[in-house]
């Protein structure tokens, strides 16, 4: 059975750091790419970012870029979201998801990961 499970989320003031973990379980996890997503109270998940199969490849949401990293640790069978100089507008739920493949175009569409993990709060105080 496939597990998927974030940690590191928390209350942060903004400017400060945090890293989320997505330690999965019974997946071979260089077979799949995986992203990041988020979801503010009422709304849709958009997408955070994401890395392919081998770590080369990331795509990042343009509110992200500069301050996020994501990076994966095949062997470890995990996941990281490095997220620095938060923002209030950064708190959210954050989860973890995972598929074949993460394509320079529409990797953010919710639709397109079948497997999700159950998320981790995170929130950033002005």
């Known amino acids: 059975q496939v597990h998927m499970v974030e940690s590191g989320g928390g209350l942060v003031q903004a400017g400060g750091s945090l890293k989320l973990s997505c330690t999965t379980s019974g997946l071979t996890l260089d077979r799949y790419a995986m992203g990041w997503f988020r979801q503010y109270p009422g709304q849709l998940r958009e997408g955070v970012a994401c890395i392919s199969p081998s770590g080369r490849e990331t795509n990042y949401h343009d509110s992200v870029k500069g301050r996020f990293t994501i990076s994966r640790d095949n062997d470890d069978n995990a996941v990281y979201l490095q997220m620095d100089n938060l923002r209030p507008e950064d708190t959210a739920v954050y989860f973890c998801?995972?598929?074949?493949?993460?394509?320079?175009?529409?990797?953010?569409?919710?639709?397109?990961?079948?497997?999700w993990g159950q998320g981790t709060q995170v929130t950033v105080s002005a």
């Open positions: 998801a995972r598929r074949r493949l993460c394509p320079k175009d529409q990797w953010w569409l919710t639709g397109a990961w079948p497997s």
